[in-house]
């Protein structure tokens, strides 16, 4: 099946640094998410974005599907956005389509 | 305001009880999900619902039941024959069948067995 690499797989960084976080698939696929998961667990979705980059605020999102890799950019980091991130993929598998999620990057912002 | 609701947050079961996890949502969604979260990894997809009086087995079904009788409730049950049920629990839905869309979760619930 399809793999889903996150890398890196830990960062810590000082309030007010910039990041990249980086997914990476083995297989084309129909669309990619981004998530984030606080403290508490909750999963907030960020991106929804098959191709091509979006921005947030402070978050912004590249895919490149040609190449089969996203990318989540960080900037200006604070306290609230540790926690951990994944991307997930999604692919046709079995007459439906699937999320594959890959492990996360696990942020931890200090102040 | 519309959203995911998961309950309990926190269970606590003795080994060889069932218990149930409720989901419900007002989105009104007609895709849901139930994954699976241990600590430290990722999330991994026990079963989906893409219609009402319909569902399919995930990557890892085996120990768990689902039912979909109305479009905004999906409830897992955690069966005894779940060899290692202590987990985080969550709860998903988005919009389409045909295509996942934007995936929407509930705050989750964690069971811990005694």
């Known amino acids: 099946g399809i793999q889903v690499e996150q890398s890196p797989p830990d960062l810590i960084l000082q309030e007010g640094a910039n990041s990249t976080l980086r997914c990476n698939f083995s297989?084309?696929?129909?669309?990619l998410q981004w998530f984030h998961q606080n403290p508490w667990g909750q999963l907030i979705n960020l991106f929804y974005?098959?191709?091509g980059t979006k921005q947030n605020g402070r978050l912004s999102a590249t895919t490149v599907a040609t190449e089969r890799y996203s990318l989540l950019y960080i900037s200006s980091s604070q306290t609230t956005d540790s926690g951990v991130y994944f991307c997930?993929?999604?692919?046709?598998?079995?007459?439906?389509?699937?999320?594959?999620f890959g492990a996360g990057t696990r942020l931890a912002v200090h102040p | 305001d519309g959203g995911i609701t998961q309950s309990p947050k926190y269970l606590f079961r003795k080994e060889g009880q069932n218990v149930t996890l409720s989901c419900e949502q007002n989105?009104?969604?007609?895709?849901m999900y139930w994954y699976r979260q241990d600590p430290g990894q990722g999330l991994r997809l026990i079963y989906y619902s893409q219609i009402v009086n319909d569902f399919q087995k995930g990557d890892i079904a085996e120990g768990y039941s689902v039912s979909r009788e109305k479009k905004e409730s999906f409830p897992l049950t955690v069966t005894s024959a779940q060899k290692n049920p202590t987990a985080f629990y969550l709860c998903?839905?988005?919009?389409?069948?045909?295509?996942?869309?934007?995936?929407?979760f509930g705050e989750g619930s964690r069971l811990t067995v005694l």
């Open positions: 297989d084309s696929v129909n669309n």
């Open positions: 974005i098959p191709s």
């Open positions: 989105l009104n969604h007609d895709a």
């Open positions: 998903a839905s988005s919009i389409g069948q045909a295509i996942t869309g934007e995936l929407f």
């Open positions: 997930a993929v999604e692919r046709l598998s079995g007459g439906y389509n699937k999320l594959i």
